[in-house]
C-alpha cells in the first residue's frame, strides 16, 4: 500500500535535548512539508521541500532543521533552540505541482519534560 | 498578512440534520480551496476541494461553494451520520507551494 509514514508517534523529550522526527513515503512525491498543530490553530508550515537536496523555510522555520537526502524521506529535528516544542507535527508530501492535494502522515505527537 | 478564518470552531447537530462550516479567506490571489477531515489521532484526509473557475462541487452527500467576490467558501455536509465526527480544515492556497490552513471545525454528530 502506498502511504506516509511518521514515526514514532508518541515522543518525550527532555528540555535542551534535540530529537528527530521520521517521515517516509513511497508513493513517488516529489514534494514534501512539515506542519505543526497546536490545539485550536490551523496547520502551520515549518519547512517544505520540492525536490531531492532542496528545501525552503516556511512559516515557522526557527528552531527546527531539515534534510531531502533521498526522495522517500524528510526527517525534522526539533532542536534545543525551539522555545515551545510540545506540539503535533505533521509530514505531508504532494505531486510536485501547484495547488494539488496533501497526503498527510498520522502524525507525532511530542512532549517536552 | 494572509489569512483564513473558519465558523464555527465547534458544531454539534443531530444525526440526519445537515452541517455548515464557513470560511473566509483574505488573498484574493487563492485559487484552490482544499477540505479537509482529521479524526482523532490521524493526519488530515482530503474530502473535497474546488478551483477557483468554478462556484460549486459535490460529492455525494459533500458540497463545497465559492463566492470569489466575497472571499467565501463553505462545506455542507447532508443527511450527517456518526462516522462524520471529526475535526475539518479549509484552506486557501494562492499558489507557490503555500498553504493556509483555517483554525478548524470540531463536528460532533449525535445519534
Known amino acids: 500500500d502506498g502511504g506516509i509514514t511518521q514515526s514514532p508517534k508518541y515522543l518525550f523529550r527532555k528540555e535542551g535535548q534535540n530529537v528527530t522526527l521520521s517521515c517516509e513515503q513511497n508513493?513517488?512525491?516529489?514534494?514534501m512539508y512539515w506542519y505543526r498543530q497546536d490545539p485550536g490553530q490551523g496547520l502551520r508550515l515549518i519547512y517544505y521541500s520540492q525536490i531531492v537536496n532542496d528545501f525552503q523555510k516556511g512559516d515557522i522555520a526557527e528552531g527546527y532543521s531539515v534534510s531531502r537526502e533521498k526522495k522517500e524521506s524528510f526527517p525534522l529535528t526539533v532542536t534545543s533552540a525551539q522555545k515551545n516544542p510540545t506540539a503535533f507535527y505533521l509530514c505531508?508530501?504532494?505531486?510536485?505541482?501547484?495547488?494539488?492535494?496533501?497526503?498527510f502522515g498520522q502524525g507525532t505527537r511530542l512532549t517536552v519534560v | 498578512g494572509e489569512n483564513v478564518e473558519q465558523h464555527p470552531s465547534t458544531l454539534s447537530v443531530q444525526e440526519g440534520d445537515s452541517a455548515v462550516i464557513k470560511c473566509t479567506y483574505s488573498?484574493?490571489?487563492?485559487?484552490?480551496f482544499p477540505w479537509y477531515k482529521q479524526e482523532l489521532g490521524k493526519g488530515p484526509q482530503l474530502i473535497i476541494d474546488i478551483r477557483s473557475n468554478v462556484g460549486e462541487k459535490k460529492d455525494q452527500r459533500i458540497a463545497v461553494t465559492l463566492n470569489k467576490t466575497a472571499k467565501h467558501f463553505s462545506l455542507h455536509i447532508t443527511e450527517t451520520q456518526p462516522e462524520d465526527s471529526a475535526v475539518y480544515f479549509c484552506a486557501a492556497s494562492p499558489g507557490g507551494f503555500k498553504t493556509i490552513f483555517g483554525a478548524g471545525t470540531r463536528l460532533f454528530v449525535k445519534a
Open positions: 505531508a508530501s504532494s505531486i510536485r505541482r501547484e495547488n494539488t492535494e496533501a497526503f
Open positions: 508513493l513517488n512525491h516529489d514534494a
Open positions: 488573498d484574493s490571489a487563492s485559487n484552490y
